[in-house]
């Protein structure tokens, strides 16, 4: 092998190492200017956290509900139902906008109420589609154990989705946009081939 040859060899290796590297400190150092849209808008759960572990009861008859093999779009509110208004007409636009996926979708609202208290009232009674459940305050730290944030906004609704195996997938605080939800949701429904 002659001399030019392996002076090439060594400038590919050192190529080979250096412009990754290269490109990987530069894209740390102007990720700014990159401006990358996230992968995820919610909140991924990091731990796992099964639909069946929550003692759901239909809000109008007060009988155990089990969520069934659907995905599942659950506005979990906590305090006065007016707060949460918007987020439930959000979660019935989404649903309308997913077109064909729409089926593969249910929607609930998860009222914490505590167990003593009765409450009859129905938030969007004009909406049948909408399954109106509740849970009791103890159960809301199952919610948020799953979660990273602590500041999630139950008073103006947090939507959690949970796949047709009952996992408890993700978590939008209020403050996220449908539009990002959206987003969100038709990809984990274009990756999944269940439900």
């Not at 530069?26 to 996230?38: F, G, T, V």
């Not at 093999?69 to 987020?87: I, S, T, Y």
């Not at 449908?178 to 984990?188: A, S």
Request: contains cysteine; aromatic residues 8%.
């Amino acid at each position: 092998m002659s001399s030019t040859n392996k002076q090439w060899i060594i400038l590919a290796v050192v190529a080979i190492v250096a412009i990754p590297w290269g490109v990987a400190w530069w894209a740390k150092n102007h990720s700014q200017s990159l401006d990358l849209e996230p992968v995820a808008h919610g909140d991924l759960f990091t731990v796992e956290v099964d639909g069946s572990d929550f003692d759901f009861q239909d809000k109008s008859t007060r009988e155990d509900y089990y969520l069934d093999k659907h995905w599942w779009l659950l506005v979990v509110q906590k305090g006065q139902q007016d707060a949460c208004l918007n987020r439930l007409h959000d979660v019935h636009q989404i649903h309308t906008a997913l077109a064909q996926d729409a089926e593969r979708v249910k929607r609930a609202v998860v009222q914490v109420i505590p167990a003593d208290i009765e409450d009859d009232s129905m938030l969007f009674s004009a909406d049948k589609g909408l399954v109106r459940l509740r849970i009791t305050p103890d159960q809301l730290v199952r919610f948020r154990e799953g979660v990273d944030s602590d500041s999630l906004d139950f008073e103006h609704g947090v939507i959690y989705v949970v796949d047709p195996l009952g996992n408890v997938v993700m978590a939008f605080n209020a403050d996220v946009p449908p539009k990002d939800v959206l987003t969100d949701i038709k990809r984990l429904l274009r990756g999944s081939h269940i439900g």
